[in-house]
């Protein structure tokens, strides 16, 4: 017992860390080139912290397990959302550039759009939808860096108020690989090992995979959130949780129908629907609009925002215990 108690604090331990260290490396970057934070936040920082639902989805994928494929992927939409985006904004709600929220946020709700489009006329995914994912995974990485690269986003990185002596350019991008590494790391670790853990103290498996495997892999973008917040940074942890988002459709999803392609679970059952069309889903979409339709409008996130949102967050998490 001894043994994974000691990997899972060292798992913990990575994960601070290496937020910290991505937090520096994609910032540093940001202000090297004069480029906005919340869209490093969600293209460069997203796609290391979604490191860890890749990995679990594609494994899921290769073993045809199509109920974490799926599961872990709305999952964690749901869980960064209404949990790690509804922290931050309730401890700290700010002020977001309109100009660089647009571009992720149409982004997200395209796909999300076209993956219910399936589910629902459907029910099933096919090899040639997770290969179209990836494909607007690829166009939209593309139209971010145009959109960096050209001028077209206006917002520009502000100068901190004490000069910082600035890293070379190979230490950002040194920081940026391990940083990610490490989240990536120590996630599993804290996962596998809390989950040993877990069975050893008699929690019940359906309790473990609910909590371990689909808050486990958002733990990265929920460390991510906090290190950027505690450093200033709100526009970062902001592109960060609608990038993740995003890559959890395009990418983490992609990847794993085109791997595998899975019929979408029908475990649970509402007067002769499919629960997955009837909470998963509509709750995906509608928490993202609570979190995006406000700072869209007002270029403000507020603090009730955050509240709502973790409310309907532990109703969901009730519902899946108790129904």
Known sequence: MLVPVLL?????????????????GATGIAHRFNLPELL???TVVSIGTTLPEVMVSAQAALEHNSGISYGNA?????????????????????????KTLILPTVS??????VYSFFAYTTGEFKRWHGIMFLIMFVIYMSISVYSMR???VEEKVEEEEEEKKALPLWKELLFLVVGAIAIAFGANLLVDNGTIIASALGVPDSVIGLTMVALGTSLPELVTAITSLLKGHSALSLGNIIGA?????????????????????SEKIINGINSSLVVDIPLMLGVMLLLTLPPLFKEKLYRWQGI??????????????LY
């Not at 890559?247 to 595998?260: D, R």
């Open 8 to 24: 899972f604090l060292l798992g913990f331990l990575l994960l601070i860390k290496g937020g910290d260290w991505f937090v520096d």
């Open 40 to 42: 490093i936040g969600a």
């Open 74 to 98: 709305i999952g964690s939409i749901i869980c960064n959302t209404s949990l790690i985006a509804a922290l931050t904004i309730a401890i700290k709600p700010g002020l977001v550039k309109r």
């Open 108 to 113: 997200f709700f395209i796909a999300a759009l």
């Open 150 to 152: 050209s001028g077209n």
């Open 245 to 265: 988002n995003l890559f959890n459709i395009v990418l983490v999803s992609g990847a794993a129908i085109a791997i595998s392609p899975f019929a979408i679970p």
């Open 308 to 321: 709502l949102l973790l409310c309907i967050y532990f109703v969901f998490t009730a519902y899946q215990f």
